[in-house]
């Protein structure tokens, strides 16, 4: 048992078979995205007792291994299902840090709220990432533009077919070590604008983290794969074709005169943790920032009279990445590719560099993990 400021006990069970120090370092030559596991899971278990009252117990780190499960747990049927991604850090002290991990915690709870799981306190959210971190640390990569990334998820395992929310619950956390997201340098992506397919509804679950939204999306990224592109755009149709964001990603984009926009939350859009840090920090280099509806006939205007000067998409996996290229049914919209002095590039340096150290962090998003 580990006692933790929480007050929560995390009984580990650690593998008899742990990865060899060999094995670990070929995958952290070349991690890619989402491959290779590290090994160990937290694990934290939810019921409801007989008068009713849901409480969780049993956290706990295993060996990382397959997930027994009753056929009928809710989850495979109904996809009552909400995750979380964040990254932990290796500083150049040797030390293990991630980014705004609290924020992380609260929009999972209002997902869990939208997909009637249960709340998880904060505390023990960034707590079951400071256990797992602190058994696999070996598993942090330290290579530039490299993480460990996490991966909380809540699933409902009770076995019922009846519709109604799950009695039965659990949380986990996996792990993985992560290479740059997209592969190779960066380079900016061209994305597949979707007009057949929307990835939320408004009163939907768009700006809930649950798995739902991202089968609803594969569709429209097969369509994007088949015309060259890895990502998708998905607008509001029934609001003047307003842009909402990526599958994965919210968007941003900058005009000539300095105006950095994004679409507002109008409840379809992700809270995305990356969205809120660039405006925080485009605002403090005295940028304009608008949260507002954008058209993408407003998008269209301003590449025809040069006043778009770049767009880019944001998320925790992929940091900030430029978008070279908005591919449609009816021809591509250009942006030019952006340089070291661009917005996307110098606010992505400054964001890696606050998340690994080497940049100071005076907004104190910062916390220790190992
Ligand atoms: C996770 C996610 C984002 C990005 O959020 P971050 O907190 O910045 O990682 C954006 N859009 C969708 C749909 C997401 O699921």
């Not at 060899?20 to 290779?36: H, M, Q, S, V």
């Not at 088949?226 to 599958?247: I, R």
């Not at 809120?276 to 920090?281: C, E, I, R």
């Amino acid at each position: 048992m580990t006692q933790n400021a929480v007050g929560v006990d995390f009984a580990q069970r650690l593998t008899d078979n742990p990865t060899t120090a060999e094995r670990r370092a070929a995958i952290l030559e070349d991690p890619g995205f989402g491959n290779y596991f590290t090994d160990h899971t937290a694990v934290i278990d939810w019921t409801i007792d007989a008068e009713g009252r849901g409480g969780w117990h049993q956290a706990r780190i295993e060996p990382y291994g397959p997930i027994a499960m009753d056929p009928a747990a809710a989850v495979l049927h109904y996809g009552q299902e909400i995750f979380e991604g964040l990254k932990a850090y290796r500083h150049a002290d040797g030390s293990v840090w991630t980014f705004r991990p609290e924020a992380n915690a609260h929009r999972f709870n209002r997902s869990a709220k939208r997909l009637a799981l249960p709340e998880l306190p904060p505390e023990l959210f960034v707590e079951s990432l400071r256990q797992l971190v602190s058994v696999d640390r070996e598993w942090v990569p330290n290579g530039e533009g490299e993480a460990l990334y996490l991966r909380p998820f809540m699933i409902a395992t009770e076995a019922f077919l009846g519709v109604r929310p799950a009695r039965e619950v659990s949380y986990r956390v996996i792990a993985s070590p992560a290479g740059n997201y997209f592969g190779g340098a960066l380079k900016p992506v061209s994305i597949w604008l979707s007009e057949h397919y929307a990835r939320a509804g408004h009163g939907g679950t768009g700006e809930a983290k649950c798995g739902g939204n991202y089968a609803a999306s594969l569709a429209a990224q097969l369509e994007a794969e088949a015309h060259g592109c890895k990502q998708v755009l998905f607008l509001d149709p029934y609001n003047d074709n307003a842009v909402e964001e990526l599958g994965g990603m919210n968007i941003f984009f900058v005009f000539t005169d300095g105006r950095v926009v994004t679409p507002a939350l109008n409840g379809n859009i992700l809270h995305g943790v990356t969205r809120d840090s660039v405006l925080q920090l485009a605002s403090d280099r005295g940028l304009s920032v608008e949260e507002r509806k954008i058209t993408i006939d407003e998008w269209r205007a301003s590449v025809a009279d040069g006043t778009l000067a770049e767009v880019f998409a944001c998320g925790t996996a992929a940091v900030i990445t430029p978008i070279g290229e908005l591919k449609t049914a009816e021809g591509s919209l250009v942006s030019p590719e952006p340089g070291p002095e661009s917005v996307a590039m110098s606010i992505r340096e400054q964001l890696l560099g606050i998340q690994t150290g080497a940049v100071e962090d005076f907004h104190g998003w910062l916390t220790r993990l190992a």
